[in-house]
């Protein structure tokens, strides 16, 4: 049985699916920024109408056409459309492939007959994309890269055993090589690809780079060319049909603890954790109750998942019954498997915190159960980083030389009332928070001077003098003060400042 190959260009994939969602009346374009400059990605067939295409300057597409609407491009959503097009294209092929940011290719030998013919196939596949608002162009060919340059000039159906024929009037820039070569082919005369069917390979390949030679023999079947279609992404999720409809809260924990035994399966199967689960619980009246769980570490631990949804099963209003359930892992992430010690898995400490993680992150937000982490910096403030908890991990602190640090940390907070300061000593004497302390015993001072690359207005004073002081009434304070560069004022007058307290 001959191959035969299906390829699908979607010239106008983005600005179609665009307008899909939002529909404009008149010229439109999508644009996408390039350096310091906005370009045309895309655009609508009426702005093409206007003489606009596509990668031109946004500032002369609007001087050539002033009503031309806009929007940013989306590279992501026009990458999932593709692929969500890649899985509807399977009615017409078990295998099916990208090709390129725009295109598809699918191997469908052995399969026209099902259609009626090829003729027929064709037919059915643009009827199809018309009634969904998607230019497309199409062809069949023996080759992938015939059909994809037939696709991209026209479209059509080559038959078997007319590749040189039906490429010949084609340019050489359909067979996929770079626009320098395409320009260097043209300067010599070499404008279609019959000029190059009966050139012997050698000089060709010498003087062109053996790129052209290679997409010459694939085009004309003469060197395999596979269609590789990617793997699909496994998908976590399960369902139950309850023969009778339920209420009680019990009854559906019992549902989800069987859903989420097949979930975990799949997941150690695919050696993967889930990150957030979703659950829908189908009521008689065909009203969706769902209930999302998020997890502060990849997990696939049924009691501990289990554990999470207690709360939110409890708040379902069941109405008249629940009558079906539906659980998916909406994020993961992988997860190897562990080696496990004697007497099977058991609840680690680490474990542990990320069930805490999980409960208070899912009532609070997972952006607010924060943690503290290292940060090499001498500057008090800069000394640590605050990061949520369910999205970084711990860290141990450096080892640190020289004075300890105090065991809370706060802004600096002005003392009044500094009485008996001595050049180069705390004063014996301050009030703090409407307090007064007298000074026991200082230890210092620890010289501290800002980071210069760091523009801070906190330290735009200068170097600070941090002293330990130990006061009769019983708390240990950090204290500081900026010593002026001309010298210690009459008196001793200068601002004290309160940074943190030790334990």
């Given at each position: 049985m001959a191959r035969r190959l299906l390829s699908i260009w979607f010239p106008r994939l983005a600005s179609d699916t665009s307008l899909r969602k939002r529909p404009v009346e008149g010229p439109f374009a999508l644009t996408l920024r390039s350096g310091n400059s906005d370009h045309l990605h895309c655009v609508s067939p009426l702005a093409q109408a206007h003489g606009l295409a596509?990668?031109?300057?946004?500032?002369?597409?609007?001087?050539?056409?002033?009503?031309?609407?806009t929007r940013p491009a989306d590279l992501a959503r026009e990458a999932a459309a593709l692929s969500g097009l890649r899985r509807w294209a399977g009615r017409y092929a078990p295998l099916v492939a990208r090709d390129g940011a725009d295109g598809l290719i699918a191997d469908i030998t052995g399969v026209p007959h099902l259609f009626g013919g090829e003729v027929t196939l064709r037919a059915d596949l643009h009827d199809r994309l018309e009634r969904t608002g998607l230019a497309a162009q199409s062809a069949i060919a023996g080759t992938r890269g015939a059909a994809h340059a037939l696709a991209r000039h026209g479209g059509g159906v080559l038959p078997e055993g007319a590749l040189a024929e039906g490429l010949g009037p084609l340019p050489v820039s359909a067979l996929r090589i770079d626009h320098d070569t395409a320009a260097t082919l043209s300067r010599v005369g070499l404008t279609r690809i019959a000029d190059l069917v009966?050139?012997?390979?050698?000089?060709?390949?010498?003087?062109?780079?053996?790129?052209?030679?290679?997409?010459?023999?694939?085009?004309?079947?003469?060197?395999?060319?596979?269609?590789?279609?990617?793997?699909?992404?496994?998908?976590?999720?399960?369902?139950?049909?309850?023969?009778?409809?339920?209420?009680?809260?019990?009854?559906?924990?019992?549902?989800?603890?069987?859903?989420?035994?097949?979930?975990?399966?799949?997941?150690t199967h695919h050696q993967h954790g889930a990150r957030r689960v979703l659950l829908e619980l189908r009521r008689v009246d065909r009203e969706t109750a769902h209930v999302r769980v998020g997890l502060a570490r990849p997990m696939r631990d049924p009691a501990r998942i289990a554990a999470l949804f207690e709360k939110g099963v409890a708040e379902v209003e069941a109405g008249f019954g629940i009558d079906a359930l539906r659980l998916c892992a909406e994020v993961t992430e992988k997860l190897p498997p562990e080696q496990l010690g004697p007497g099977g898995p058991k609840l680690r400490s680490e474990d542990a915190l990320a069930d805490l993680v999980s409960r208070l992150g899912n009532r609070l937000g997972f952006d607010t159960v924060q943690r503290l982490l290292p940060a090499d910096s001498t500057i008090p403030e800069r000394s640590f980083l605050i990061a949520p908890a369910a999205y970084s991990a711990a860290e141990e602190a450096p080892p640190r030389r020289g004075p300890p640090r105090p065991q809370i940390l706060f802004p600096p907070e002005l003392v009044s009332g500094a009485r008996g300061a001595q050049p180069g000593h705390p004063p014996a004497q301050f009030r703090w928070r409407n307090m007064r302390f007298s000074t026991l015993r200082a230890t210092g001072p620890e010289r501290i001077a800002p980071e210069w690359w760091f523009d801070d207005p906190a330290w735009r004073?200068?170097?600070?003098?941090?002293?330990?002081?130990?006061?009769?009434?019983?708390?240990?304070?950090?204290?500081?003060?900026?010593?002026?560069?001309?010298?210690?004022?009459?008196?001793?007058?200068?601002?004290?400042?309160?940074?943190?307290?030790?334990?």
């Open positions: 596509r990668g031109m300057a946004l500032a002369d597409a609007r001087a050539i056409c002033p009503d031309l609407a009966h050139l012997p390979r050698a000089p060709l390949a010498k003087r062109f780079g053996p790129a052209l030679v290679m997409r010459l023999d694939q085009a004309l079947g003469t060197r395999p060319e596979p269609v590789d279609a990617e793997r699909e992404a496994p998908h976590f999720g399960v369902r139950m049909t309850l023969p009778e409809p339920i209420g009680l809260q019990e009854d559906v924990m019992a549902g989800l603890a069987r859903l989420l035994e097949r979930l975990c399966a799949q997941l004073a200068g170097i600070r003098d941090y002293w330990r002081i130990e006061t009769r009434e019983g708390p240990r304070l950090w204290l500081f003060h900026t010593p002026q560069v001309a010298g210690w004022d009459a008196g001793g007058a200068q601002d004290w400042f309160v940074q943190g307290e030790f334990a």
